[in-house]
């Protein structure tokens, strides 16, 4: 059978991620974005949900995306694929008993592409391009019958919120259904993605519950002007594409090659977050730990706990948003640059 790139990519961030103040629904659509092409693999594997098209390999699973190559009898086949896993996506919602995660409140682009080398790997990108431009990637939500739930919710203040959930001590707050899954998300995945990346290294960590937690009973000596601030801290990767393009020059080797810088980026990913943990750690145990720590959370300190002033907005393979208190901002905007200053692009085949 001939061979076809599968590719999918999270898009609208803005509107499915970003689109809140509240830090456990940013990090539970975040987390849900980190989790959909690790889900979109196991589905392709999975021989008795795809009839006429058999697996092949993974290019890449990063953080937005992923691209697979399958084999498929004709384009018809390949894009019954397509179309199983655009519905998988947009059918599945959050569920606490299998752990799946709430793609259904994401948006994605799935497209294939015929051929097995980088020139059908950009046609499946373009695609994906075209797609999110061309098409609505998202599924309306459930026409309301009744006025009273048809108002928008108190977070997203966009979309019809019939539910009520208790939020930090707010009870019964009007919520859509979106917040709602990924609210309750993110609240289970809050440890989760550190001890993923960094294994041992975030044992007995706990990460603040809201914005505010981040910022609460600051260092004695601090000016207003950054006792009551959250710094933000951003960093893009500079021509990430174009050097991962550059590892996929050999027509043989090209997606081998492709995946392997993707392979690079995960390994120094994970050595990251160890050192972000590890300046967290460390600054808890000096003179001014309260500078690190999130207080006052008493019932975390008596379970053997350190509760941090941080958190993981977004990670994706060249993006990543962090918050903390506006008093570590310049110490953290230094360490990460130091912790990611020796980042090259591997060699392969001795070729830079």
Known sequence: MPNYILRMEGIDFDATISDTHNLSAYRGGSRALLAAARAVGKLLQDARRNAGVKYGSEILAAASLGAWVIEAAN???ADAARTAVEAYLRDTGYDPKSGDAPFAHLSFAVDVAAGDDLKALKQAEANNHARQLCHANWALPAFATQADNSRPGTHDRVRPSPKRLGLQGKEGERVSASFKARFKYGKEEKNRFYETMAGDKANNLHFAESFE????????GLPPSVSGKIAVFYAD???????RDAHGTDAKSALAEYGAFSAYVLKESKFLVGKILDWLR?????ENWEAYACFPDRKRILQGKLPLRFETLLWGGDE???VMPAWLGIEFAQQFCEWTKTWKAPKIDDRP
Not at 213 to 220: F, H
Not at 282 to 286: I, P, R
């Open 75 to 77: 384009d018809a086949a």
């Open 213 to 220: 937690d981040i910022i609460k009973d600051a260092p004695n």
């Open 237 to 243: 990767g500079n021509s990430f594409g174009k050097i």
């Open 282 to 286: 460390t600054g808890v145990s000096e």
């Open 320 to 322: 990543l948003t962090f």
